[in-house]
Protein backbone atom coordinates (compact mmCIF):
# COMPACT_ATOMS: atom_id res chain seq x y z
CA UNK A 1 0.00 0.00 0.00
CA UNK A 2 1.47 3.00 -1.21
CA UNK A 3 -1.27 5.71 -0.48
CA UNK A 4 -4.13 6.12 1.21
CA UNK A 5 -7.70 8.42 1.64
CA UNK A 6 -9.87 8.48 4.05
CA UNK A 7 -12.64 11.49 4.81
CA UNK A 8 -14.81 12.65 7.52
CA UNK A 9 -18.36 14.78 7.57
CA UNK A 10 -18.48 17.73 9.89
CA UNK A 11 -21.41 16.83 11.11
CA UNK A 12 -21.53 16.65 14.56
CA UNK A 13 -18.62 15.63 17.16
CA UNK A 14 -16.16 12.91 16.61
CA UNK A 15 -17.89 9.41 18.44
CA UNK A 16 -16.44 6.74 19.89
CA UNK A 17 -17.87 4.59 16.30
CA UNK A 18 -15.85 7.19 14.26
CA UNK A 19 -12.85 6.30 15.85
CA UNK A 20 -13.07 2.52 17.07
CA UNK A 21 -14.03 2.00 13.07
CA UNK A 22 -11.76 4.51 11.24
CA UNK A 23 -9.75 8.00 13.26
CA UNK A 24 -7.61 5.08 15.76
CA UNK A 25 -7.04 3.13 11.89
CA UNK A 26 -5.94 6.31 10.06
CA UNK A 27 -3.21 7.04 13.14
CA UNK A 28 -1.93 3.42 12.96
CA UNK A 29 -1.60 3.73 9.11
CA UNK A 30 0.56 6.85 9.75
CA UNK A 31 3.25 3.79 10.60
CA UNK A 32 3.22 1.94 7.40
CA UNK A 33 2.02 3.69 4.56
CA UNK A 34 3.98 6.04 2.81
CA UNK A 35 1.50 8.74 2.16
CA UNK A 36 -1.77 9.36 3.82
CA UNK A 37 -4.41 11.97 3.23
CA UNK A 38 -7.11 12.44 5.20
CA UNK A 39 -9.94 15.27 4.59
CA UNK A 40 -13.06 16.72 6.62
CA UNK A 41 -15.44 16.42 3.71
CA UNK A 42 -17.72 19.72 4.12
CA UNK A 43 -19.55 19.08 0.53
CA UNK A 44 -21.00 16.13 1.55
CA UNK A 45 -22.14 17.30 5.06
CA UNK A 46 -23.95 20.06 2.89
CA UNK A 47 -25.92 17.02 1.40
CA UNK A 48 -27.85 17.01 4.57
CA UNK A 49 -29.27 20.73 4.70
CA UNK A 50 -27.08 23.69 5.38
CA UNK A 51 -27.09 25.48 8.93
CA UNK A 52 -25.20 28.93 7.86
CA UNK A 53 -22.33 30.11 10.32
CA UNK A 54 -22.11 26.17 11.57
CA UNK A 55 -20.48 24.20 9.19
CA UNK A 56 -16.90 26.70 8.97
CA UNK A 57 -17.49 26.21 12.88
CA UNK A 58 -17.37 22.38 12.32
CA UNK A 59 -15.07 22.16 10.37
CA UNK A 60 -12.17 23.92 12.03
CA UNK A 61 -13.64 22.02 15.08
CA UNK A 62 -13.21 18.54 13.56
CA UNK A 63 -10.09 19.09 12.32
CA UNK A 64 -8.78 20.17 15.78
CA UNK A 65 -9.75 16.80 17.25
CA UNK A 66 -8.43 14.90 14.32
CA UNK A 67 -5.35 16.32 15.27
CA UNK A 68 -5.62 15.38 18.70
CA UNK A 69 -6.56 12.00 18.56
CA UNK A 70 -3.03 11.45 16.62
CA UNK A 71 -3.44 12.74 13.38
CA UNK A 72 0.02 14.27 12.25
CA UNK A 73 0.24 16.94 9.77
CA UNK A 74 4.27 16.13 9.48
CA UNK A 75 3.35 12.51 8.48
CA UNK A 76 -0.34 13.08 6.94
CA UNK A 77 -2.37 15.54 4.79
CA UNK A 78 -5.00 16.96 6.58
CA UNK A 79 -7.03 18.88 4.69
CA UNK A 80 -10.80 20.13 3.84
CA UNK A 81 -12.20 19.15 0.58
CA UNK A 82 -14.07 22.30 0.30
CA UNK A 83 -10.22 23.75 -0.26
CA UNK A 84 -9.51 21.61 -3.73
CA UNK A 85 -11.88 22.50 -6.16
CA UNK A 86 -10.72 19.48 -8.42
CA UNK A 87 -13.61 17.01 -6.06
CA UNK A 88 -16.49 18.89 -7.27
CA UNK A 89 -15.18 18.91 -10.56
CA UNK A 90 -13.75 15.49 -10.79
CA UNK A 91 -17.31 14.39 -9.18
CA UNK A 92 -19.20 15.67 -12.01
CA UNK A 93 -17.09 13.84 -14.80
CA UNK A 94 -17.49 10.32 -12.62
CA UNK A 95 -21.28 11.43 -12.63
CA UNK A 96 -21.27 10.65 -16.45
CA UNK A 97 -19.75 7.21 -15.20
CA UNK A 98 -22.08 6.45 -12.77
CA UNK A 99 -25.33 4.20 -12.73
CA UNK A 100 -28.78 5.50 -11.41
CA UNK A 101 -29.90 2.02 -10.84
CA UNK A 102 -26.65 1.84 -8.41
CA UNK A 103 -27.29 5.00 -6.53
CA UNK A 104 -30.70 3.94 -6.12
CA UNK A 105 -29.62 1.04 -4.39
CA UNK A 106 -27.27 2.63 -1.66
CA UNK A 107 -28.41 1.90 1.49
CA UNK A 108 -27.37 5.18 3.06
CA UNK A 109 -29.32 7.05 0.46
CA UNK A 110 -32.12 4.70 1.30
CA UNK A 111 -31.80 6.11 5.21
CA UNK A 112 -31.39 9.01 5.37
CA UNK A 113 -34.19 9.70 2.15
CA UNK A 114 -36.86 7.97 4.80
CA UNK A 115 -35.51 10.67 7.13
CA UNK A 116 -35.49 13.52 5.03
CA UNK A 117 -38.46 16.15 4.46
CA UNK A 118 -36.31 17.41 1.68
CA UNK A 119 -34.39 14.80 -0.36
CA UNK A 120 -31.99 16.91 -2.13
CA UNK A 121 -30.34 15.70 -5.46
CA UNK A 122 -27.18 15.66 -3.59
CA UNK A 123 -27.84 13.32 -0.61
CA UNK A 124 -28.49 11.12 -4.04
CA UNK A 125 -24.99 11.65 -5.85
CA UNK A 126 -23.37 11.92 -2.66
CA UNK A 127 -21.24 8.36 -3.40
CA UNK A 128 -20.42 10.06 -6.87
CA UNK A 129 -18.51 12.96 -4.69
CA UNK A 130 -17.67 10.55 -2.56
CA UNK A 131 -15.54 8.16 -5.08
CA UNK A 132 -14.09 10.97 -6.68
CA UNK A 133 -12.41 12.10 -3.36
CA UNK A 134 -10.82 8.41 -3.16
CA UNK A 135 -9.55 8.47 -7.20
CA UNK A 136 -8.90 12.28 -7.26
CA UNK A 137 -5.71 10.87 -5.71
CA UNK A 138 -5.35 7.59 -6.71
CA UNK A 139 -5.15 5.58 -3.57
CA UNK A 140 -4.95 2.09 -3.35
CA UNK A 141 -6.95 1.57 -0.13
CA UNK A 142 -9.45 3.40 1.92
CA UNK A 143 -9.49 2.75 5.61
CA UNK A 144 -13.57 3.13 6.49
CA UNK A 145 -16.30 1.46 9.00
CA UNK A 146 -18.08 -1.06 7.58
CA UNK A 147 -20.91 1.37 6.96
CA UNK A 148 -19.18 2.43 4.08
CA UNK A 149 -18.39 -1.01 2.05
CA UNK A 150 -21.21 -0.22 -0.26
CA UNK A 151 -19.90 2.98 -0.94
CA UNK A 152 -16.45 1.59 -1.85
CA UNK A 153 -18.09 -1.25 -3.92
CA UNK A 154 -19.78 1.51 -6.48
CA UNK A 155 -16.26 3.73 -5.95
CA UNK A 156 -14.44 0.32 -7.53
CA UNK A 157 -17.08 0.42 -10.23
CA UNK A 158 -17.06 3.59 -11.48
CA UNK A 159 -12.87 3.45 -11.80
CA UNK A 160 -13.73 0.43 -13.70
CA UNK A 161 -15.94 1.75 -15.92
CA UNK A 162 -14.19 4.61 -16.64
CA UNK A 163 -11.23 2.83 -17.41
CA UNK A 164 -13.08 0.12 -19.61
CA UNK A 165 -14.99 3.19 -21.89
CA UNK A 166 -11.91 5.26 -21.81
CA UNK A 167 -9.31 2.78 -22.81
CA UNK A 168 -7.07 2.93 -20.26
CA UNK A 169 -5.98 1.47 -16.95
CA UNK A 170 -6.14 5.04 -15.21
CA UNK A 171 -7.70 4.39 -12.01
CA UNK A 172 -6.70 2.16 -9.88
CA UNK A 173 -8.48 -0.73 -7.62
CA UNK A 174 -9.22 0.80 -4.19
CA UNK A 175 -9.07 -1.86 -1.37
CA UNK A 176 -11.66 -1.31 1.94
CA UNK A 177 -9.69 -1.28 5.06
CA UNK A 178 -12.11 -2.55 7.59
CA UNK A 179 -10.74 -2.08 11.20
CA UNK A 180 -11.17 -4.16 14.63
CA UNK A 181 -14.11 -1.50 15.57
CA UNK A 182 -15.67 -1.47 11.99
CA UNK A 183 -19.56 -1.49 13.37
CA UNK A 184 -20.09 0.26 16.37
CA UNK A 185 -23.46 -0.02 18.31
CA UNK A 186 -25.58 2.77 20.00
CA UNK A 187 -25.87 2.90 23.69
CA UNK A 188 -29.30 3.47 23.72
CA UNK A 189 -30.55 0.99 20.97
CA UNK A 190 -27.80 -1.66 20.25
CA UNK A 191 -29.27 -2.76 17.27
CA UNK A 192 -28.57 0.19 15.52
CA UNK A 193 -25.15 1.91 14.88
CA UNK A 194 -23.62 4.75 16.98
CA UNK A 195 -24.18 7.74 14.85
CA UNK A 196 -24.78 11.63 15.58
CA UNK A 197 -27.88 11.86 13.99
CA UNK A 198 -29.78 9.24 16.53
CA UNK A 199 -29.36 11.78 19.55
CA UNK A 200 -26.92 12.37 22.08
CA UNK A 201 -27.86 9.41 24.41
CA UNK A 202 -26.89 7.17 21.58
CA UNK A 203 -23.06 8.08 21.15
CA UNK A 204 -20.19 8.91 23.27
CA UNK A 205 -18.49 11.90 22.52
CA UNK A 206 -14.52 11.86 22.46
CA UNK A 207 -14.36 15.23 23.97
CA UNK A 208 -17.60 14.88 26.37
CA UNK A 209 -16.27 15.32 30.41
CA UNK A 210 -15.01 11.99 31.70
CA UNK A 211 -18.37 12.38 34.03
CA UNK A 212 -20.71 12.64 31.18
CA UNK A 213 -19.36 9.33 29.45
CA UNK A 214 -19.50 7.74 32.80
CA UNK A 215 -23.07 8.60 32.90
CA UNK A 216 -24.02 7.81 29.40
CA UNK A 217 -22.33 3.97 29.86
CA UNK A 218 -24.64 3.81 32.82
CA UNK A 219 -27.48 3.95 31.44
CA UNK A 220 -26.44 2.24 27.95
CA UNK A 221 -29.15 -0.29 27.33
CA UNK A 222 -27.94 -4.17 28.30
CA UNK A 223 -30.97 -6.26 28.66
CA UNK A 224 -33.35 -5.64 25.69
CA UNK A 225 -33.16 -5.42 22.46
CA UNK A 226 -32.62 -7.74 19.14
CA UNK A 227 -31.05 -10.84 18.74
CA UNK A 228 -28.05 -12.24 21.34
CA UNK A 229 -25.34 -13.17 20.10
CA UNK A 230 -24.44 -16.60 22.41
CA UNK A 231 -26.51 -15.86 25.34
CA UNK A 232 -24.49 -12.53 25.62
CA UNK A 233 -27.40 -9.46 24.79
CA UNK A 234 -26.38 -7.17 21.77
CA UNK A 235 -25.83 -4.28 24.33
CA UNK A 236 -23.96 -6.45 26.76
CA UNK A 237 -21.52 -7.57 23.30
CA UNK A 238 -21.17 -3.92 22.28
CA UNK A 239 -19.89 -3.50 26.40
CA UNK A 240 -17.60 -5.95 26.05
CA UNK A 241 -16.20 -4.94 22.36
CA UNK A 242 -15.60 -1.55 23.73
CA UNK A 243 -13.58 -3.01 26.67
CA UNK A 244 -11.59 -5.39 23.83
CA UNK A 245 -11.16 -2.21 21.54
CA UNK A 246 -9.63 0.24 24.92
CA UNK A 247 -6.99 -2.92 24.96
CA UNK A 248 -8.44 -4.38 28.06
CA UNK A 249 -8.87 -7.65 26.27
CA UNK A 250 -8.29 -10.05 29.76
CA UNK A 251 -10.69 -7.80 31.29
CA UNK A 252 -12.97 -8.03 28.55
CA UNK A 253 -12.48 -11.99 28.19
CA UNK A 254 -13.02 -12.75 32.10
CA UNK A 255 -16.07 -10.63 32.33
CA UNK A 256 -17.16 -12.82 28.82
CA UNK A 257 -17.10 -15.69 30.48
CA UNK A 258 -19.41 -15.04 33.63
CA UNK A 259 -21.57 -13.42 31.47
CA UNK A 260 -21.88 -16.29 29.65
CA UNK A 261 -21.93 -18.13 33.14
CA UNK A 262 -25.12 -15.71 34.24
CA UNK A 263 -22.98 -14.39 36.78
CA UNK A 264 -22.24 -11.02 35.51
CA UNK A 265 -23.61 -8.15 36.90
CA UNK A 266 -24.14 -5.09 34.89
CA UNK A 267 -23.25 -2.70 37.02
CA UNK A 268 -19.70 -3.67 37.55
CA UNK A 269 -19.32 -4.26 33.48
CA UNK A 270 -20.54 -0.54 33.29
CA UNK A 271 -18.32 0.71 35.78
CA UNK A 272 -15.13 -0.93 34.07
CA UNK A 273 -16.07 0.35 30.52
CA UNK A 274 -16.58 3.66 31.79
CA UNK A 275 -13.32 3.71 33.37
CA UNK A 276 -11.30 2.19 30.72
CA UNK A 277 -13.09 4.74 28.15
CA UNK A 278 -12.14 7.44 30.43
CA UNK A 279 -8.37 6.08 30.20
CA UNK A 280 -8.53 6.00 26.55
CA UNK A 281 -9.87 9.68 26.11
CA UNK A 282 -8.26 11.39 28.47
CA UNK A 283 -5.06 12.00 26.49
CA UNK A 284 -7.07 13.31 23.59
CA UNK A 285 -9.26 15.73 25.58
CA UNK A 286 -5.64 17.16 26.69
CA UNK A 287 -4.23 17.32 23.57
CA UNK A 288 -7.15 18.97 22.46
CA UNK A 289 -7.40 21.91 25.22
CA UNK A 290 -3.89 22.85 23.72
CA UNK A 291 -4.70 23.30 19.98
CA UNK A 292 -5.41 26.93 19.39
CA UNK A 293 -8.29 27.44 16.05
CA UNK A 294 -5.23 29.42 15.05
CA UNK A 295 -2.77 26.08 14.64
CA UNK A 296 -5.92 23.99 13.10
CA UNK A 297 -6.36 26.84 10.11
CA UNK A 298 -2.46 26.61 9.68
CA UNK A 299 -2.53 23.03 9.20
CA UNK A 300 -5.25 22.71 6.98
CA UNK A 301 -3.65 25.34 4.88
CA UNK A 302 -0.74 23.96 4.57
CA UNK A 303 -2.49 20.18 3.54
CA UNK A 304 -4.81 22.16 0.95
CA UNK A 305 -1.94 22.85 -0.95
CA UNK A 306 -0.16 19.63 -0.65
CA UNK A 307 -3.21 17.88 -1.60
CA UNK A 308 -4.20 20.12 -4.52
CA UNK A 309 -0.84 19.84 -5.80
CA UNK A 310 -1.25 16.08 -6.77
CA UNK A 311 -5.23 16.58 -7.07
CA UNK A 312 -4.35 19.41 -10.15
CA UNK A 313 -2.50 16.60 -11.62
CA UNK A 314 -5.08 14.25 -11.97
CA UNK A 315 -7.63 16.39 -13.40
CA UNK A 316 -5.44 17.49 -16.21
CA UNK A 317 -4.91 14.09 -17.07
CA UNK A 318 -8.57 13.21 -16.44
CA UNK A 319 -9.15 16.12 -18.51
CA UNK A 320 -6.87 15.25 -21.42
CA UNK A 321 -8.39 11.31 -21.60
CA UNK A 322 -12.13 12.76 -22.05
CA UNK A 323 -11.24 15.44 -24.09
CA UNK A 324 -11.95 18.46 -22.30
CA UNK A 325 -9.96 21.53 -21.23
CA UNK A 326 -7.91 24.51 -23.02
CA UNK A 327 -5.23 21.41 -23.67
CA UNK A 328 -7.90 19.23 -25.87
CA UNK A 329 -8.36 21.72 -28.26
P1 LIG B 1 -18.91 9.58 8.43
O1 LIG B 1 -18.57 11.02 8.59
O2 LIG B 1 -20.32 9.19 8.69
O3 LIG B 1 -18.00 8.69 9.38
C1 LIG B 1 -16.59 8.79 9.39
C2 LIG B 1 -15.99 7.40 9.59
O4 LIG B 1 -16.46 6.81 10.79
C3 LIG B 1 -16.96 5.50 10.52
N1 LIG B 1 -18.09 5.23 11.43
C4 LIG B 1 -18.20 4.11 12.18
N2 LIG B 1 -17.40 3.04 12.31
C5 LIG B 1 -17.78 2.08 13.19
N3 LIG B 1 -18.92 2.13 13.93
C6 LIG B 1 -19.75 3.19 13.82
N4 LIG B 1 -20.85 3.24 14.56
C7 LIG B 1 -19.40 4.24 12.93
N5 LIG B 1 -19.99 5.43 12.59
C8 LIG B 1 -19.17 6.00 11.69
C9 LIG B 1 -17.44 5.57 9.08
O5 LIG B 1 -17.52 4.29 8.49
C10 LIG B 1 -16.38 6.44 8.45
O6 LIG B 1 -15.26 5.67 8.07
N6 LIG B 1 -19.31 9.03 3.47
C11 LIG B 1 -18.36 9.13 4.57
C12 LIG B 1 -17.36 10.27 4.42
C13 LIG B 1 -16.56 10.27 3.17
C14 LIG B 1 -15.50 9.36 2.85
C15 LIG B 1 -14.99 9.80 1.60
C16 LIG B 1 -14.94 8.26 3.49
C17 LIG B 1 -16.66 11.15 2.14
N7 LIG B 1 -15.71 10.86 1.20
C18 LIG B 1 -13.92 9.12 0.96
C19 LIG B 1 -13.88 7.59 2.85
C20 LIG B 1 -13.39 8.02 1.61
C21 LIG B 1 -19.13 9.37 5.85
O7 LIG B 1 -20.24 9.90 5.84
O8 LIG B 1 -18.46 9.06 6.99
Redesign the pocket.
Known sequence: MRRI?????P?GSLHL??Y???VRNWVQLQDQVPECIYCV?DY?AITGGIEPGELARRTRQLAGDLVACGIDPSRSILFVQSHVPEHTELAWVLSAFAAYGDLSRMTQFKDKAERSKHISAGLFTYPVL?AA??LLYLADG?P?????SQ?LEFTRGIARRFNQLIGVEYFPDVATLLSD????MSLADPDS???KSLGDKHYIGLLEPASAVAKKIRSAVTDIGGEATATVSPGVANLLDLLHLCGAADKADELTASALAGELRYGDLKLVVAEQVNALLEPIRERRAQLSDAEVVDILRSGAQRARDIAAATMTRVRGLIGVGPEAL
Open positions: FSGIQTGNFGAVHQDIVVGDDQHGKRIKMS
